[in-house]
């Protein structure tokens, strides 16, 4: 049973530039949320998605955006990068309902740098 | 508005001697509260969770953690450590009082790293 994957693990742009970033949730379930965890730091929630729709969003600007598919796999977009953008994105997934256990699954992540 | 704090950004134990990771929480209702691990270069993965049954919650790898209201706390025990206990530890708090409806959001705290010496 595959659990999260992303891809890519580890990636470089420079500034203006825009990245996409994907995940494949965990056999079975159908909500995934990205974080961001910059160094040091523990993750912060960029936003959540349920049957291909944005549910919720955290304080992060309209530079990240996201979709998600009709197999539930999703992908997180960055445009015009920052220094700041630089971190470890995170993608989560679990089941939305009654069938949600409280527990999200994570998966290893994407380092993005920033030059 | 929900939130924890992880009192200690590092903890150095020897191996075979206990670990405590300490927390605190603040919560306008009764909360969900979890622990995390992430080893270096790896995703982060559920210890343990507490969601309003036992105040006593029994984890993975020997690790488990009590619930205490009066205190607000949530810390994170361990009789005997183990190299492989080596890690960053994340206390974190879900903002939805219930699952039921799907959302969540987790609000992580900054992390405890986990020295293990020999």
């Known amino acids: 049973d595959a659990g999260v994957t992303q891809s890519p693990t580890h990636l470089i742009k420079t500034r203006g530039q825009q990245v996409t970033l994907r995940c494949s949730p965990k056999?079975?379930?159908?909500?995934v949320s990205w974080y961001q965890q910059a160094l040091g730091q523990g993750p912060q929630f960029i936003f959540q998605?349920?049957?291909?729709?944005?549910?919720q969003r955290g304080n992060f600007p309209d530079r990240f955006s996201g979709h998600q598919f009709p197999n539930y796999s999703s992908e997180l977009n960055v445009n015009a990068l920052l220094l700041g953008d630089s971190a470890l994105y995170l993608c989560?997934?679990?089941?939305?309902?009654?069938?949600?256990?409280?527990?999200?699954?994570f998966g290893e992540g994407s380092r993005l740098t920033v030059l | 508005a929900q939130s924890v704090t992880q009192l200690d950004s590092h903890v150095s134990v020897s191996e075979g001697t206990p670990v405590l990771l300490r927390c605190n929480y603040s919560?306008?209702?009764?909360?969900?509260l979890f622990w995390y691990v992430q080893h270096p270069n790896k995703g982060l993965q559920l210890l343990l969770k507490?969601?309003?049954?036992?105040?006593l919650v029994k984890g993975i790898n020997g690790f488990e953690a009590e619930f205490k209201k009066s205190e607000t706390s949530f810390h994170l025990t361990k009789p005997s450590a183990h190299m492989s206990d080596a890690a960053e530890y994340f206390c974190?708090?879900?903002?939805?009082?219930?699952?039921?409806?799907?959302?969540?959001?987790?609000?992580f705290g900054t992390g405890t790293r986990l020295l293990v010496s020999p």
């Open positions: 989560a997934s679990s089941r939305w309902g009654l069938a949600n256990t409280g527990e999200l699954f």
């Open positions: 056999s079975g379930h159908d909500t």
């Open positions: 919560s306008s209702y009764s909360p969900s």
């Open positions: 974190v708090v879900s903002l939805q009082p219930g699952f039921d409806t799907g959302f969540q959001k987790l609000v």
């Open positions: 998605y349920y049957e291909e729709e944005e549910r």
């Open positions: 507490y969601t309003s049954a036992a105040t």
